[in-house]
T-cell receptor
């Protein structure tokens, strides 16, 4: 039990579909993150939320739309994705945004775009 | 901006043998350094971290890492590898100006019987 839960674990979607990834943390943390993990590439930080406010958007295409309704929940809304968007999407949380803060990761959502 | 290099994409060691995974970083100030492990189908789990003080840090599962400022390195070690250690290992560096932790590309560890 990592304290960070992601659903669904696996998702296959067509390029015209709209779907959402969900992340929930039970650790009382104030910061939450979305990462993209592709084969043979470093983890890519996509979005950072601190106290529900987005503080970082690393030039992510608009077909990815995050939502953070409260400090415990984070969503990633997906629409008109491309095959190259297929990857493992990891959610993480931390007590705060400090660079010395340990991140706790969920198990990820394996996304396949067909 | 900080960066992290893990020179080895994959390493194979025999069970019971010692292990060293390399990590080199680039950062202008004293960095915050981390090692995470990712088992198949799982998220990342923190093994250990270095912020300051003793340059040899102990982590979970029998791992340790040594910070060497002169070499800009933070190599991960374990004296005797177990088959359950087979996983992917990520070195990461955090900065002092907010959450911009950068991860290396990872080293996949294979353990042979």
């Amino acid at each position: 039990e990592t304290g960070v839960t992601q659903t669904p674990r696996h998702l296959v979607m067509g390029m015209t579909n709209k779907k959402s990834l969900k992340c929930e943390q039970h650790l009382g943390h104030n910061a939450m993150y979305w990462y993209k993990q592709s084969a043979k590439k470093p983890l890519e930080l996509m979005f950072v939320y601190n106290f529900k406010e987005q503080t970082e958007n690393n030039s992510v295409p608009s077909r990815f739309s995050p939502e953070c309704p409260n400090s415990s929940h984070l969503f990633l809304h997906l629409h008109t994705l491309q095959p190259e968007d297929s990857a493992l999407y990891l959610c993480a949380s931390s007590q705060d945004r400090g660079g010395n803060t340990e991140a706790f990761f969920g198990q990820g959502t394996r996304l396949t775009v067909v | 901006a900080q960066s992290v290099t893990q020179p080895d994409i994959h390493i194979t060691v025999s069970e019971g043998a010692s292990l060293e995974l390399r990590c080199n970083y680039s950062y202008g100030a004293t960095p915050y350094l981390f090692w995470y492990v990712q088992s198949p189908g799982q998220g990342l789990q923190l093994l250990l971290k270095y912020f300051s003080g003793d340059t040899l840090v102990q982590g979970i599962k029998g791992f340790e890492a040594e910070f060497k400022r002169s070499q800009s390195s933070f190599n991960l070690r374990k004296p005797s590898v177990h088959w359950s250690d087979a996983a992917e290992y990520f070195c990461a560096v955090g900065n002092t100006g907010g959450f911009k932790t950068i991860f290396g590309a990872g080293t996949r560890l294979f353990v042979k019987a």
